[in-house]
T-cell receptor, first 111, second 115 residues
């Protein structure tokens, strides 16, 4: 089945460590996005990419980094510079003129 | 800057009741796109509807209906004869572009439908 796969579903990290969240899609979508969700809040855009080897900062990019080396993959690295990384992270993809398709999310907890 | 407000944080109803989730938005653009998503406990957001700003027709899909009113900048969502499976968090969102879906989300409304 086509879809978006995020891994891991749950991740624990010690303060000061970088961690990478994986996002893979087999929908042949050009655009991919990373959103962050905090309890009781809406989603906020971290980074997005319209094509391979190109990406743009969203509203809350500080402390995060991404890469887009393949159309299918858009990994997100949460760096030690991110002051409050505990959150639920959602990856999405889209094709022009439609809507965002979301993965099941990765829940990151900093100990 | 664009903004989406969902003033109802939580709503609790009994099965078979009708329920309306409110969404008010702000944007300076004359062309924009509005969305509703459902987030069940599994966490994945499920697309429900997209509405273009130039199309003010209301839409009905089964038990779901949407009322779009540009005059009041609102895009409300009604579930008729609610069911327990409708329990979820519902998000309203706005994008000023369609080729670049930089969605601005509201804070969501937690709907609980009790048997």
């Amino acid at each position: 089945d086509g879809g978006i796969t995020q891994s891991p579903k749950y991740l624990f990290r010690k303060e000061g460590q970088n961690v990478t969240l994986s996002c893979e899609q087999n929908l042949n979508h050009d655009a991919m996005y990373w959103y962050r969700q905090d309890p009781g809040q809406g989603l906020r855009l971290i980074y997005y990419s319209q094509i391979v080897n190109d990406f743009q900062k969203g509203d809350i990019a500080e402390g995060y980094s991404v890469s887009r080396e393949k159309k299918e993959s858009f990994p997100l690295t949460v760096t030690s510079a991110q002051k409050n990384p505990t959150a639920f992270y959602l990856c999405a993809s889209s094709i022009w003129g439609t809507e965002l398709f979301f993965g099941e999310g990765s829940r990151l907890t900093v100990l | 800057a664009q903004k989406v407000t969902q003033a109802q944080t939580e709503i609790s109803v009994v099965e078979k009741e009708d329920v309306t989730l409110d969404c008010v938005y702000e944007t300076r653009d004359t062309t924009y796109y509005l969305f509703w998503y459902k987030q069940p406990p599994s966490g994945e957001l499920v697309f429900l509807i997209r509405r273009n700003s130039f199309d003010e027709q209301n839409e009905i899909s089964g038990r779901y209906s949407w009322n779009f009113q540009k005059s009041t900048s609102s895009f409300n969502f009604t579930i008729t004869a609610s069911q327990v499976v409708d329990s979820a968090v519902y998000f309203c969102a706005l994008s000023e572009l369609l080729y670049e879906l930089r969605l601005t989300f509201g804070e969501g409304t937690q709907l609980t439908v009790n048997p």
